[in-house]
């Protein structure tokens, strides 16, 4: 079997928890390293949620630490979200293993720079350590062999404001940096998680049937998420964006549409973090005018618009079963 090799880049909290599990669980995808951002939670705790979730999976790879605070930007942790822990407040132990030596970014750097065109990249936070990875180094754009981008909305519908979602909204100015650096990226919206492939209470139920440790870690450390989906968002069930989108990372089949288009991402007050899709390929036609911009906007990020839900629940339970 020819191995896959993953980067994961994550602001660990419950729902990157079980994506990172899935990619650990998956048996042609090696995990070289995570690589841990500001977001969710403080690096730190973030950290330690990561290391806790590889010692669950029986595995070794190195967490690494990364920056501290957005480019800009305040600090904003989703402790509102996901408990004052990352993982609901369920107080799992803390890992044997301690962060892995070095820095997220120099990481980053050297581990693209010695493989080119060998490793996928997804990211499940804030997309700082990329942005400053980038800042560093501009050729690790073409050193990635595909990024999968668990941010944005395609949809315009926020879900930390009405126009932008988290991690995009947390370093508005890392995103834009990524998004207009050249590297091959999906953007996988969070809006993706709700309606058909949120989890409902019975798919739950079933989950928790499996019997395995790996099953009952996956609900139980979203019992929060699942309490802040319901009465914050409205939702039905437990919506569980970094794991869709690493299924998709996993399987890209489980995209059922997508199209290249020009985005945008907006660092003003009223719109910070939203992600604008030129559907309609508007800003490569003659009308469209912007003093500040010369020529045709080409586009530059592959936005996922549909999924299938049921390959992608299909793909959890498989991770949580085995």
Known sequence: MTMRRFIIDTDTASDDAVAILMALQWPDVQVDAITIVSGNMP?????????YTVELCGQETPVYEGCTRPLVRDVFHAHYFHGPDGMGGMNYPPPKRPPADGHAVTELVRRFREAPGEITLVTLGPLTNIATALQLEPQMARWVKQCYVMGGAAWSVGNITPAAEYNIWCDPEAARIVFHSGMKIMMIG???CRGAAALTPDEMDYVYAFGTERARFA???NKHALEACMVLQGDPGLGLPDPVAMSVALDPS??????MHFVEVSCEPLTRGMTIVDELHVTRTEPYRDPNWHGPREPNIEVCWEIDPVRWKEMLYRALKD
């Open 219 to 221: 609900i139980d450390c």
């Open 190 to 192: 969070w809006e993706l």
């Open 43 to 51: 690096v730190k705790q973030g950290g330690i949620n990561a290391r």
């Open 254 to 259: 489980v995209c059922t549409r997508s199209s």
